[in-house]
């Protein structure tokens, strides 16, 4: 079936076309103290600067977007046995199962749209950030998405560099 349309208004940060910065310590330790886990982040100067934190609370738990140059990188708060957060792929769109760090994975290479449950348990769709090439993988009671790679090797790269934030990991 195509995609179905939603509301106009963004409901994730990190959309497309915001204005880059550069994101330092207290950003990310505000962003710490406003979602239910552990964000991590590439632990590699590769990965690059990170440019800006973006918290969405509207989700259980909430949600964080980190953004650097060549990429994103969203972690949401996944709890129970239902998800909170789900991709609609549109019907000439491919997923490819595969896995970061042994765990199960999707590369979703064409273009897809973000569905979630708000608090109130409500179905949102996110019609502002229908992306492109995204790595998709749960770990640790979050989901991780890496997009802005257009290819998996690139997105495992970074996914491969993940590991718990702490102030010093920041550049500024």
Same mark, same amino acid.
């Given at each position: ?26 950003? /990310? ?21 990170? #440019? ?6 509207? /989700? ?5 977007? /980190? ?7 969203? #972690? ?16 000439? #769109? ?40 995204? /790595? ?10 890496? #997009? ?25």
């Amino acid at each position: 079936h195509p995609l179905p349309d939603g509301s106009s208004a963004q409901t994730v940060p990190g959309a497309p076309g915001s204005t880059p910065g550069r994101a330092g310590a207290e950003e /990310l330790a505000a962003a710490q103290r406003s979602v239910s886990f552990t964000i991590a982040v590439p632990h590699d100067i590769s990965a690059g600067a990170l #440019e800006s934190v973006d918290v969405d609370n509207l /989700l259980t738990g909430g949600l964080v977007a /980190l953004r650097y140059e060549r990429f994103t990188l969203v #972690e949401i708060a996944s709890y129970g046995d239902a998800p909170s957060v789900g991709k609609l792929l549109d019907p000439a #769109e491919r997923m490819q199962p595969t896995t970061v760090g042994g765990r199960e994975a999707a590369w979703i290479s064409g273009a897809h749209q973000v569905a979630y449950l708000d608090r109130a348990g409500n179905l949102r769709l996110d019609t502002v950030r229908r992306s492109g090439p995204v /790595l998709l993988w749960t770990g640790h009671r979050v989901t991780y998405r890496i #997009e802005g790679f257009s290819r998996l090797v690139d997105a495992r790269r970074v996914a491969d560099l993940l590991g718990p934030a702490e102030v010093a990991d920041v550049q500024q």
